[in-house]
């Protein structure tokens, strides 16, 4: 069993705004110029923008308006994330010189914390504010009956286009006795009203990572537990052994290369792990088991056949165009891409506005899409990798900065970390940047405009940036890249220019 979602006036105010008790459903138009299924963030975007600009639009939600990002995904991890590093702040003020007694997180405070952020947020995804934007919304499950025509409840929408925008549910693995004992996902563990005094994290990509880090940090008893041979698989690999010490230095048992084979009951208070790991048997006792085994997307409702949408078991097939196997439908966001990510569903959303309504040609392919974990330090990442390079057969030149030799990073002892930029071999093409620090979601926008609007690494070197802080990174990255260009052979000639130029030795 999950837990069960606290019935208080945080949640009844969530729950009126993305899913209201009694609502009426709108008498359906005679046809649609777009019928929307799924109100997470790309179909949101959708919505909003299509009724915007005079369609008329419905939209359908199964569950509640805002999706995955707003209830169980991104409003409240970050949320959860800011009370952990609260709390690890005050541990940390003796680095500055700040004596401080050792925090006393109250858990239900920050629980409930979260969920007031979350229902004060919902009110811009709410089903008043999109029905006031002129979007008539259904509640309830949407499938297609045909070609042109979905249905919801006891509702049949026509329309001339429609767009797939489900999203992804956590990838749960077969594990014996999982099912029997319990276990949080996502979907769940912000339910939480109570701090298990222990959790067994299994998954080490961004949800493992950041669960893990913040509710070792609010005071539990954490082990993590990877299949694979590192962390955050996707990122950069020094990147993801600074996370790993850092999670270690939060008190959190790293096992890597580590498979659950089973799962048990020991009492009414405690489960019990049993991983297969570098070859023996460990048993791993805790209270609580969150699974963040990954994502994947579920279109068994929507009796895809009878659209002729094809799909397979990656999600819905689209071009790059984002359209389907039907050309009156279209797709964006996790249920067509491998980038689960808010910004990603928004950015394929706007995409699909253009090419579905207004003959647009805008490819998926060009989009340039980055991504960020909000461990501490954080990691944020654009573009291709070194790994990723060498599989399309790229050579490459690597640039690296320290953090430690960026000022505001010293001050602010939050040195661990490096910024790293990927280049096209014998050019300042930018491939790829990594970041791996404090804010470092907040400052991967600056490689993304230079590799969208190809600046390259010299570019970098000539932007005046505000000293002291850690932007400064891009700088010394861009003078690092420069430094590459001075030969032997151009320093001489240099010189022999400056002796030249002082009337020679």
């Given at each position: 069993m999950s837990s069960p979602e606290p019935d208080d006036i945080h949640n009844?105010?969530?729950?009126?705004?993305?899913?209201?008790?009694?609502?009426?459903h709108?008498?359906?138009?005679?046809?649609?110029?777009?019928?929307?299924?799924g109100a997470g963030p790309a179909g949101l975007v959708v919505a909003a923008a299509a009724a915007s600009l005079g369609g008329k639009v419905a939209l359908i939600e199964r569950h509640r308006m805002g999706g995955d990002c707003l209830n169980v995904g991104c409003v409240p991890s970050k949320a959860l994330i800011s009370s952990a590093r609260a709390a690890a702040a005050v541990r940390e003020a003796e680095h500055f010189g700040v004596g401080v007694a050792a925090p006393q997180v109250d858990f239900p405070r920050v629980m409930e914390r979260l969920r007031k952020l979350r229902a004060e947020i919902s009110r811009a995804?709410?089903?008043?504010?999109?029905?006031?934007?002129?979007?008539?919304?259904?509640?309830?499950?949407?499938?297609?009956?045909?070609?042109?025509?979905?249905?919801?409840?006891?509702?049949?929408?026509?329309?001339?286009?429609?767009?797939?925008t489900v999203g992804s549910v956590p990838f749960v693995p077969e594990i014996p006795g999982l099912k029997e004992v319990?276990?949080?996902?996502?979907?769940?563990?912000?339910?939480?009203?109570?701090?298990?005094?222990?959790?067994?994290?299994?998954?080490?990509g961004p949800i493992g990572c950041e669960l893990a880090q913040s509710f070792a940090r609010l005071g539990s008893q954490v082990t993590l537990v990877q299949r694979g041979g590192r962390l955050l698989p996707r990122d950069d690999a020094d990147a993801a052994k600074i996370v790993q010490a850092k999670l270690e230095a939060d008190g959190i048992r790293v096992m890597l290369n580590a498979k659950v084979t089973a799962a048990s009951k020991l009492n009414d208070r405690q489960r019990q792990v049993s991983v297969e790991c570098d070859g023996k048997q460990m048993q791993i006792p805790c209270a609580t088991i969150l699974v963040a085994s990954g994502r994947r997307t579920d279109l068994s409702a929507l009796n895809l056949g009878v659209a002729n949408v094809k799909s397979d078991e990656h999600g819905v097939i689209v071009d790059d165009f984002l359209r389907t196997s039907n050309s009156n439908v279209y797709a964006a966001g996790d249920c067509c891409s491998g980038f689960k990510f808010t910004h990603a569903a928004d950015a394929m959303a706007r995409l699909l506005i253009r090419n579905a309504l207004f003959l647009g040609r805008g490819r998926v392919s060009?989009?340039?899409?980055?991504?960020?974990?909000?461990?501490?330090?954080?990691?944020a990442h654009v573009g291709l990798t070194t790994v990723d390079a060498a599989k399309r057969g790229i050579t490459t030149d690597v640039i690296t900065v320290e953090m430690r030799d960026v000022d505001r990073a010293v001050l602010d002892h939050t040195r661990e970390g490096f910024g790293r930029l990927v280049l096209r071999k014998g050019t300042d093409e930018i491939l790829g940047a990594t970041l791996i620090g404090s804010h470092a979601g907040d400052m991967i926008p600056i490689a993304v405009l230079a590799i969208q609007n190809k600046l390259g690494a010299g570019s970098l070197a000539s932007s005046i940036l505000p000293y002291p802080t850690v932007g400064e990174i891009w700088r010394k990255l861009g003078d690092a890249y420069n430094r590459t260009r001075l030969t032997p052979r151009s320093k001489g000639v240099l010189s022999a220019v400056l002796r030249w130029r002082r009337g020679g030795d």
């Open positions: 009844r105010a969530l729950r009126a705004n993305a899913f209201p008790e009694g609502y009426t709108p008498t359906p138009a005679k046809r649609y110029n777009l019928v929307v299924i995804d709410s089903v008043e504010r999109f029905s006031g934007l002129g979007v008539d919304v259904f509640l309830g499950e949407g499938r297609f009956t045909g070609p042109d025509a979905i249905e919801v409840g006891s509702k049949t929408l026509k329309f001339a286009r429609a767009a797939i319990g276990f949080e996902t996502n979907l769940s563990i912000f339910n939480l009203t109570e701090l298990p005094e222990s959790l067994c994290v299994i998954g080490g060009k989009l340039v899409i980055p991504w960020a974990t909000y461990t501490e330090p954080e990691v």
